[in-house]
């Protein structure tokens, strides 16, 4: 049972309206949470109750209101009161005469994100803004929070600060925090440890081969690396939520935690396990870029429509270079690892097509609509600025080093960005970020942003690799022709997920969703198709049978020449004395 408390500050008379929330799980298996909503001393005669669309982080309106079931609103004798719903998210109610007001309603939780509510037999998770409603005018308030585990052996972990002799009760500065704080209630183990003398733990929720020990003494290192960065930690505690799952992947910023779900068995593999501290990395990145350096559309949450920002590539973009830099800076991985991780980054996006025709600020503005509802042609028409907006990053954090002779880099921007506009919480413009970068550089940078993300011109990555002694080769596997499509199996057919733009399986007219059958009479399925592909050459003409729409067809395709498979970040033979310190003031030299 959660109970949350607020007081309005523009009451009509002395008594303060209170509000106080009560989430029971009284039967987890059922995935429902039940919440009640106590309301005191209300003044009003209509009562407004409104449910957030999306949670900040995560840039997609993902109807939370969807999940909310048997509304019901009485009065203090236990009275039904009239209620209606004014749209998809907002409820209101008639309260006239009613100084006390209780609202009850279920929420169906079964979707294990980091993003979302979670309920089983084994735990609980929620997050604010999936589970509570806010009354317009109150969001400001002081909110307090009980907790009541349905079960005396499940135990609550959050970073609430604690109401003074109240047990399990905590206390929200706002909606606004109520939202930024996830909390977890079940059974989940607890590792608390020190890092810059600050508190800090590590929950984890689900069983698989991660090692508590291990991942505490990496993610120290991470801490200091980036504490080092921004010149200390802007915080009084931090919580690394883990959630262990079968497959599942991804992480949630907030101010002083973080949620992260990561595959069980994803921890003893080495290339796994650097994947998840990458994670790591990034969330706790975002504690400063986002959470307090964050663009001035994000500054005031609008809980209820799309919050449009072009500075995405900066938010996301910036923090995944970061996320691949600091375990290198940690110690955690060498210079090889790195460079590894650098060459697989630019291959997904040297192999997206989608970087011809989406510019990267049309991918942060349009992220609401596009990153997170991909569907077949999505490779084709966009690119992620995370993906774009890291290696646009990694050319401004090489421009600037090698002018400056490795004196002045990203870190500098970061730690400017961080003294103008996250220390005191003041939205930044797209026009003062772009400056900031120019005034670190000392050099005008309108055509480098104008092309790089107003436009589609190609990322020049030799032309700034080569300064630190290296360059970026493109690798071909073998010489197997180009088709152009993605195959998968399902249900004992072979579908098409995906045809390239361009390619010849597009310009023939296959079509995602096709059911591939033959290629020139021969049976033939995902596992099987690159094998048969090597029997042809380019400009070899072929058959291939697919079902489209039931209908069957045969289509002659022509084939292309082999495209590069995957792309290679070396280091060059012979480097010049600049290039090679300009290699180790950026990455080290080992």
Request: proline content about 4%.
């Given at each position: 049972?959660?109970?949350?408390t607020?007081?309005?500050k523009?009451q009509?008379n002395?008594?303060?309206t209170?509000?106080?929330?009560?989430?029971?799980?009284?039967?987890?298996?059922?995935?429902?949470f039940e919440?009640?909503?106590?309301i005191t001393n209300w003044?009003f005669a209509?009562?407004?109750?409104k449910?957030?669309?999306w949670?900040p982080?995560?840039?997609?309106?993902?109807?939370?209101a969807?999940?909310?079931?048997?509304?019901?609103?009485l009065?203090?004798?236990?009275?039904i009161?009239?209620d209606r719903?004014?749209?998809?998210?907002?409820w209101?109610?008639?309260?006239?005469?009613?100084?006390?007001?209780i609202?009850?309603?279920?929420i169906?939780?079964h979707?294990?994100?980091?993003r979302?509510n979670?309920?089983?037999?084994?735990?609980?998770?929620?997050n604010?803004?999936?589970?509570?409603?806010?009354?317009?005018?109150?969001e400001?308030?002081?909110?307090?929070?009980k907790?009541?585990?349905?079960?005396?052996?499940?135990?609550v972990?959050?970073?609430?600060?604690?109401?003074?002799?109240?047990?399990?009760?905590?206390?929200?500065r706002?909606f606004?925090?109520?939202v930024d704080?996830?909390?977890?209630?079940?059974r989940?183990?607890?590792?608390?440890?020190l890092?810059?003398?600050?508190?800090?733990?590590?929950?984890i929720w689900?069983?698989g081969?991660?090692n508590?020990?291990?991942?505490?003494?990496?993610?120290?290192?991470?801490?200091?690396?980036?504490?080092e960065?921004?010149?200390?930690?802007?915080?009084?505690?931090?919580?690394?939520?883990?959630?262990?799952?079968?497959?599942?992947y991804g992480?949630?910023?907030?101010k002083?935690?973080?949620?992260?779900?990561?595959p069980?068995?994803g921890?003893?593999?080495?290339?796994?396990?650097?994947?998840?501290?990458?994670?790591v990395?990034?969330e706790?990145?975002?504690?400063?870029?986002?959470?307090?350096?964050?663009?001035?559309a994000?500054?005031n949450?609008?809980?209820e429509?799309?919050?449009?920002?072009?500075?995405?590539?900066?938010?996301?973009?910036t923090?995944?270079?970061?996320?691949?830099?600091?375990?290198?800076?940690a110690?955690?991985?060498?210079r090889?690892t790195?460079?590894?991780?650098?060459?697989k980054?630019i291959?997904?996006?040297?192999?997206?097509f989608?970087r011809?025709?989406?510019p990267?600020?049309?991918?942060s503005?349009?992220a609401?609509?596009?990153?997170?509802?991909r569907?077949?042609?999505?490779?084709?028409?966009?690119i992620s600025y995370?993906?774009?907006?890291?290696?646009?990053?990694?050319?401004?954090?090489?421009?600037?080093?090698?002018?400056h002779?490795?004196m002045?880099?990203?870190?500098?921007?970061?730690?400017?960005?961080?003294?103008?506009?996250g220390q005191?919480?003041?939205?930044?413009?797209?026009?003062?970020?772009?400056?900031?970068?120019?005034?670190?550089?000392e050099?005008?940078?309108?055509?480098?942003?104008?092309?790089y993300?107003?436009?589609?011109?190609e990322?020049?990555?030799?032309?700034?690799?080569?300064?630190?002694?290296?360059h970026l080769k493109?690798?071909t596997e073998?010489?197997?022709?180009?088709?152009g499509?993605?195959?998968?199996?399902?249900n004992?057919?072979e579908?098409?997920?995906?045809?390239?733009?361009?390619?010849?399986a597009?310009?023939?007219?296959?079509?995602?969703?096709?059911?591939l059958?033959?290629?020139d009479?021969i049976?033939?399925?995902?596992?099987?198709?690159n094998?048969?592909?090597k029997d042809?050459q380019?400009?070899?003409?072929?058959?291939?049978?697919?079902f489209?729409?039931?209908?069957?067809?045969?289509?002659?395709?022509t084939?292309a020449?082999p495209?590069?498979?995957?792309?290679?970040?070396?280091?060059k033979?012979?480097?010049?004395?600049?290039?090679?310190?300009n290699?180790?003031?950026?990455?080290?030299?080992?």
């Open positions: 049972m959660t109970e949350v607020a007081t309005r523009s009509p002395s008594k303060m209170t509000l106080s929330y009560q989430v029971a799980m009284s039967q987890p298996a059922s995935h429902l919440v009640k909503l106590q003044h209509t009562l407004d109750l449910m957030p669309v949670t982080g995560s840039y997609l309106v993902r109807e939370y969807r999940h909310v079931q048997d509304f019901q609103a009065n203090s004798n236990k009275q009161l009239a719903k004014v749209s998809k998210n907002h209101q109610v008639a309260t006239e005469e009613c100084s006390e007001i609202v009850s309603y279920r169906f939780a979707e294990l994100t980091v979302t979670h309920l089983d037999a084994t735990h609980g998770y929620f604010g803004a999936a589970l509570f409603f806010f009354i317009p005018g109150l400001k308030e002081l909110i307090k929070i907790i009541i585990p349905p079960q005396s052996d499940w135990h972990t959050t970073t609430f600060p604690p109401a003074e002799a109240e047990a399990n009760t905590f206390i929200a706002d606004d925090t109520l704080t996830p909390v977890e209630i079940g989940q183990k607890v590792y608390d440890f890092v810059l003398d600050k508190p800090h733990a590590l929950a689900g069983e081969n991660a508590p020990q291990q991942i505490i003494a990496d993610t120290t290192k991470i801490i200091e690396v980036e504490a960065l921004f010149g200390g930690l802007p915080y009084e505690q931090y919580l690394f939520l883990l959630h262990l799952s079968g497959s599942g992480g949630l910023e907030h002083d935690c973080c949620t992260l779900n990561y069980r068995f921890f003893r593999d080495r290339e796994k396990y650097n994947r998840f501290l990458q994670l990395a990034h706790f990145f975002h504690l400063w870029n986002v959470k307090r350096i964050r663009p001035q994000l500054e949450f609008d809980y429509a799309e919050n449009y920002t072009t500075s995405l590539w900066f938010c996301e973009g923090t995944s270079y970061y996320d691949i830099l600091i375990p290198l800076r110690g955690i991985y060498n090889k790195y460079l590894e991780n650098l060459s980054d291959t997904k996006y040297l192999n997206t989608g011809k025709v989406q990267l600020g049309e991918s503005y349009d609401w609509i596009k990153l997170y509802r569907d077949a042609n999505s490779d084709n028409n966009q995370y993906l774009k907006g890291q290696l646009v990053s990694l050319l401004l954090d090489l421009l600037i080093r090698a002018k002779n490795n002045r880099s990203l870190d500098d921007v970061m730690q400017l960005m961080w003294q103008r506009f005191d919480e003041i939205g930044f413009t797209e026009t003062q970020l772009r400056a900031v970068f120019a005034e670190v550089a050099e005008n940078l309108d055509d480098f942003f104008s092309r993300i107003e436009t589609t011109d990322l020049p990555f030799n032309d700034y690799l080569d300064l630190f002694g290296l493109s690798c073998s010489e197997l022709p180009y088709l499509i993605r195959v998968q199996s399902e004992n057919q579908v098409i997920k995906f045809v390239a733009a361009e390619s010849p597009a310009k023939g007219g296959i079509d995602p969703n096709d059911e059958l033959a290629i009479g049976r033939v399925n995902a596992n099987s198709l094998e048969r592909l042809y380019a400009n070899d003409r072929i058959q291939v049978t697919v489209h729409q039931d209908e069957l067809k045969t289509i002659p395709i084939l020449p495209e590069p498979s995957r792309y290679e970040v070396v280091i033979d012979n480097l010049s004395e600049v290039q090679r310190q290699l180790v003031g950026w990455l080290g030299d080992k």
